[in-house]
């Protein structure tokens, strides 16, 4: 019989469960994602279910700024899809995450089979955002952006409406702070993306 799972309280709005033993499938995450909406549930690459509170309604007005301005260059541009809140992805290392916000070009998208891209698109996407919230440790949001670096995202923005700065992401190199941020851009990743941090801040 196997052993419950281990539970870690992280912070006093995030649990950790330490199901390795369980061997979660794609198809059974989904599900307990789908059975527990009034929560958003990851899974880190050591097997651990990482449980959070849904976002405040400040957070989810920053959130819907973002992917508005990030859906209208999309649209645009017509190179590739964006992704919003809910959408998680299975990264190389194992890993099932959840970025606020995703980007990746039409031709790495439509590589994906399409029962695939129903699921958890085993991919990383190109570009990726997470805004930090009241119950975000900037310590785990941090490791969050390396592994999508180290996961093959080629661009990264780590926005924080507390600490009024964005740290920006790009492989092979050191993450770049900006304090008091105002017009953040995406090129070359995403030539011509632009975003304004004060809508958010």
Same mark, same amino acid.
Not at 21 to 26: A, E, N
Not at 63 to 83: K, M, P, Y
């Given at each position: 019989?196997?052993?419950?799972p281990?539970?870690e309280?992280?912070?006093? *709005?995030?649990?950790?469960?330490n199901?390795? /033993?369980l061997?979660?499938? *794609?198809?059974q995450?989904l599900? %307990?994602?789908?059975?527990?909406? *009034?929560?958003?549930?990851?899974? /880190?690459?050591?097997?651990e279910?990482i449980?959070?509170?849904?976002?405040?309604?400040?957070?989810?007005?920053?959130? %819907?700024?973002?992917?508005q301005? $990030?859906?209208?260059w999309?649209?645009?541009?017509?190179?590739?899809?964006?992704?919003?809140?809910?959408?998680?992805?299975?990264l190389?290392n194992?890993?099932?995450?959840?970025?606020?916000?995703a980007?990746?070009?039409?031709?790495?998208w439509?590589?994906?089979?399409?029962?695939?891209?129903?699921?958890?698109a085993?991919?990383?996407?190109?570009?990726?955002?997470?805004l930090?919230?009241? /119950?975000?440790? $900037? /310590? *785990?949001?941090?490791?969050?952006m390396?592994?999508?670096?180290?996961?093959?995202a080629? $661009?990264?923005w &780590? $926005?924080?409406p507390f600490?009024?700065?964005?740290?920006?992401?790009?492989?092979g190199? %050191?993450?770049e702070?900006?304090?008091?941020?105002?017009?953040?851009?995406?090129?070359?990743? &995403?030539p011509?993306?632009?975003?304004?941090?004060?809508e958010?801040?």
């Amino acid at each position: 019989m196997a052993r419950p799972p281990a539970i870690e309280v992280d912070t006093p *709005d995030r649990v950790v469960l330490n199901v390795r /033993s369980l061997g979660l499938t *794609d198809d059974q995450f989904l599900r %307990l994602c789908s059975d527990n909406r *009034d929560f958003r549930i990851e899974m /880190s690459a050591q097997g651990e279910l990482i449980i959070m509170p849904p976002p405040g309604s400040m957070t989810g007005r920053r959130n %819907l700024v973002i992917l508005q301005r $990030l859906a209208n260059w999309a649209e645009q541009d017509g190179t590739g899809v964006g992704f919003g809140t809910d959408t998680g992805f299975t990264l190389p290392n194992g890993a099932k995450r959840g970025p606020d916000a995703a980007w990746m070009s039409r031709e790495r998208w439509n590589r994906i089979p399409e029962e695939q891209q129903e699921k958890l698109a085993p991919i990383c996407p190109d570009f990726v955002v997470e805004l930090r919230s009241p /119950s975000d440790r $900037l /310590s *785990d949001v941090q490791a969050k952006m390396e592994e999508y670096i180290a996961s093959g995202a080629r $661009l990264g923005w &780590l $926005l924080d409406p507390f600490d009024n700065c964005a740290t920006i992401y790009w492989p092979g190199q %050191l993450p770049e702070r900006i304090e008091n941020p105002t017009i953040i851009y995406g090129d070359p990743v &995403l030539p011509g993306f632009q975003f304004d941090f004060r809508e958010i801040a």
